[in-house]
């Protein structure tokens, strides 16, 4: 008895001691840029759509985040004044993570997605993610200096130098107050170079100094007050019917007409006449279909429904299409390692060497 007793006492020790040691084990890391930009995306969406004058509508909502996910066309979705086709970024850091070269921390992504909450941006394609710093802080290098990269997140405490090759290497930030080269250098973030070295950045919000647009945070431009000034401020983009002097006083997507911010040229109704005509000024102006609405301007210059598999199309189809520009019809996507002649024709947005591939150094500058 006294034997059983013992026996199922060193039985108990050995079970609490291996689930203690099992305990202090660090957790599977969980790959995370799926939920981190399902997330990122909806939150944009939504602020669009609480936007009287914006694109985004509740009607429209749900389907916001695959039109940018999907959208064919290079925008500046990461920097302003870097277009890229949205698919292709996000296929490059999945592949990234996957290969352990990044890691998100998603403790910092809140504090992204709260700061995004807070900028209520009224249209979605304003939002550059990598010019905020709360967001682009989310992305863990694990790439040391010297080692090949394909982008800036895969290097820890760098950024990928890119400039000619593929892959790339990665380079060491400046530091603040350090000397540096705007065209060769670049220095840690929330700092810029200027020609006194590395300077803490000013964060573009209203009313502070600039020289370009790129100077200010998404949803401002830069103006000056006077065409014999040096420097100018930054401005918040104004909204449909507030005046403007000039279209990128606008928000994104709307034009200045006769000094107004107005939206009257984007239609979201199917049936609309859309493309190049002469306005009441005898003035040759681009009528264009709200993306968001899934509307393209069709090949008979009215504004249709994404058209499906078959169907006549310009340049836009519904998911997981794209636009046969020999066919005019809409046709499959191809998978990673078919044939292919552009990269619309893949689902990662990217085709090289005649296959479907993984993006590579896509955003080399």
């Not at 807070?118 to 990598?130: Q, Y």
């Not at 997140?153 to 000619?164: A, I, L, V």
């Amino acid at each position: 008895m006294k034997k059983i007793v013992l026996s199922a006492f060193l039985l108990m020790l050995l079970t609490i001691g291996g689930s203690c040691g099992e305990s202090t084990e660090e957790p599977v890391y969980q790959h995370n840029v799926s939920n981190f930009f399902s997330e990122y995306l909806n939150i944009i969406c939504n602020s669009a759509a609480s936007c009287s004058s914006g694109f985004v509508t509740d009607e429209n909502r749900l389907s916001c985040p695959d039109i940018i996910l999907h959208h064919p066309f290079p925008f500046p979705a990461f920097k302003r004044g870097h277009d890229i086709i949205f698919m292709q970024k996000y296929q490059m850091l999945d592949a990234a993570e996957k290969a352990g070269w990044i890691k998100l921390d998603m403790k910092q992504a809140e504090v992204c997605f709260d700061l995004l909450r807070d900028m209520s941006p009224c249209n979605p394609f304003e939002v550059h993610l990598a010019d905020i710093v709360e967001c682009a802080t989310v992305f863990e290098g694990t790439k040391t200096i010297r080692q090949e990269c394909d982008q800036d997140e895969e290097c820890n405490y760098g950024w990928c130098d890119t400039r000619g090759r593929c892959p790339g290497t990665c380079v060491s930030y400046k530091e603040p107050g350090q000397a540096c080269n705007s065209s060769m250098d670049r220095c840690s973030p929330g700092y810029t170079c200027r020609t006194s070295g590395c300077s803490k950045s000013t964060i573009g919000d209203a009313g502070d100094p600039c020289l370009t647009d790129v100077d200010c945070s998404s949803f401002l431009y830069c103006r000056r007050r006077n065409e014999s000034d040096a420097t100018g401020n930054c401005f918040k983009r104004k909204n449909d019917g507030e005046p403007c002097l000039d279209a990128n006083e606008c928000m994104t997507g709307l034009d200045c007409v006769n000094n107004i911010c107005s939206k009257g040229r984007v239609s979201d109704t199917p049936g609309t006449q859309c493309g190049k005509m002469e306005d009441e000024h005898g003035e040759e102006v681009t009528y264009s279909c709200n993306v968001f609405a899934k509307l393209e301007c069709g090949p008979n210059n009215t504004c249709q429904r994404f058209p499906q598999q078959g169907q006549p199309c310009r340049e836009i189809c519904d998911k997981s299409l794209f636009c046969d520009k020999n066919s005019g019809l809409c046709q499959y996507q191809a998978m990673i390692g078919r044939p292919c002649d552009a990269d619309e024709q893949c689902t990662t947005f990217y085709c090289t060497n005649g296959v479907c591939g993984i993006p590579q150094c896509i955003d080399a500058q």
